[in-house]
């Protein structure tokens, strides 16, 4: 058994409204990961569908009351789609590089068919003299044309002379008559500029996160490739410094507005006129071409705002529930009691079984409260160390019931420090009118200056 104690409580209440953040959160998380996986056609629709399975899971547990799982799990979920947003952007890199090698070897083929074809003195198209205008499948169209033209199937299903003569000037002799094998030849014979393509890799890069800044660097890429000498190892660097920090950038803008559809997810679910003005704020963030430090100033701003609207709830809920499990265990609980409590930092109320004696809440609920059993300076009542000590011990079996109280509601309420019955004296307030509620406020008022 103790006497006066320090606890710590929380609610089913808050402990609800944690693990609703950190879903909301997680939701925002899939919603940015789903449109950057659409974007750059690194998802499909299973992998949809099992991402939003898991959080149906989460809201399977919170539904349950399974709040500590909730909370180790969810933050796990969110790191793990972050890593595998990298994952799939690391293999989206990969075959934006493949795409992009294999444009260059068809264009590459297209140039060496166009030249043997002019020198042979025969008609060049458009699309193979200048195959960087013309999309992959009319240049593709374009040299299976010339190829049927240069090896047509002959009436008996051979090919004639002419054709075989024009075809073996071009390498594409009767042994090599297959586009597919000709091309995989020009293919083989393809060198692939080391320095241009490790800076093609780091603009796809760039281009799966921030589309429209990619854009940007295209020119000086080309202007790279054209050039030679020192100056090509200049700009070569340069650019490689710059779109480092641009995906740097856009990455944490992703991150960032990830963040803040969370916590805007977090305010719709709180009610109040504070919650839609600071809703309406994150959505003004979240705007079109606003800067990196906009962004980031919004985001620290709203998770301060939201914090506080948290503590305060979880405060009031504390409170609350206080008060509510003393009042169902006897103790006299009168309207207004939660405002006198936040007015005065503390709260006495009368036990309906000891009328002389009662029970002091008092401190910070967003941290800790202090307990301890009050005696009232009633006219009548003479001062026993024996009867003080039986109070304190009744109020011990009474803090254990309200424990179990909690505790079956989903709450917790443990103690952090307590002194032992009888190892202080019991602190004597003024006896408490209740006739009125003015009367109590006075009440708890001069309690707070009474002094043992």
Known sequence: MSGPKVVRIVTREELVAICEGQIAAFEAMVGSWERFGERNRCVDQQDIEQTRDRVRAMRALLAGDNFAEVQKRVPAEISFLKSDMDRRMNAAADAAAVTRKRAHQLRRSAETLARSLR????PVPEELSNP?????????KAISAAFSELAPASSDGGISDRQRAIADSLGVGEERTSLAAWLEGQSADFVDDPLVAALDRRLDELRIFDPEAATSFAARLDAVAAESGTRRGLLADSLTIDLSAARREAVHRIDIKSQLEGVRAEFASIEGQLADNLILEVEQALAPRVTIDRLQTALDEAKLALEAIRNEQAMALRRHAMLEGLAELGYEVRQGMETAWVEHGRVVLR??????????????PESLLQIRTVAFDEPHRVKDATRDVKAEAEFCTDFQALQTLLTASGGDLSIVKALGVGATPVKT????????????????????????
């Open 132 to 140: 960087s205008r013309h999309s992959d499948k009319a240049v593709r």
């Open 429 to 452: 307030v003024p006896a408490m009118e209740s006739a009125s509620q003015s009367a109590l406020l006075t009440s708890t008022h001069n309690s707070r200056v009474t002094k043992n």
């Open 119 to 122: 020198d042979k003195g025969l």
């Open 351 to 364: 036990s309906s079984k000891s009328p002389d004696y009662g029970v002091e809440l008092g401190g910070n």
